[in-house]
């Protein structure tokens, strides 16, 4: 008897472990998700956003866009001193996006992504014998659904 309900604990514990291992990744998709912005359709068909460009990040920098229709990125330099760029040279994504945002300064990128998937977004700034601005954490990622 005593062994019999030590068998159905044990048994009950591992489905507990198991609903935990399954929920585990949900959750954590979850817990993501706040971070990825959609970005919204303005009337005239255009999806816009704007980034805030800092040292050294992208804020926000998770953005989803759908395929097909045009993108507008505006991206606002925070910073007083330091240059940034915007790259965004996936081959997967067959965008080509190379440009410089001065300190202080904003740019305006223009596209339309046509290929799904999620794709860097990255700022390759470097001075000698320094990390890049990327591996500082520079780097963010243009989802296209
Ligand atoms: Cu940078």
């Known amino acids: 008897m005593a062994i019999q ?7 009950r514990f ?9 929920l585990m990744p949900v959750s954590i998709l979850f817990a993501a998700s706040p971070l990825a912005v959609d970005v919204p359709l ?3 068909g255009v999806q816009r956003a704007v980034v805030e460009v800092d040292s050294y990040e992208f804020i926000p920098h998770h953005l989803v866009v759908k395929a097909g229709k045009p993108v507008e990125l ?16 996936d081959p997967r994504s ?8 001065p300190a202080r300064e ?26 890049s ?11 296209v659904r």
């Open 5 to 11: 309900q030590q068998g159905v604990w044990k048994y």
């Open 14 to 22: 591992t489905g507990i472990l198991r609903a935990i291992g399954l």
């Open 42 to 44: 303005d009337p005239d």
């Open 74 to 89: 505006t991206f606002k330099s925070l910073t007083w001193v330091v240059p940034h760029n915007v790259i965004i040279d």
């Open 94 to 101: 067959e965008l080509k996006i190379r440009d410089e945002v």
């Open 106 to 131: 904003s740019l305006t990128i223009k596209f339309t992504p046509t290929v799904p998937g999620s794709f860097a977004i990255y700022c390759d700034k470097k001075l000698p014998f320094i990390k």
């Open 133 to 143: 601005h990327r591996e500082k954490g520079q780097e963010g990622v243009l989802e």
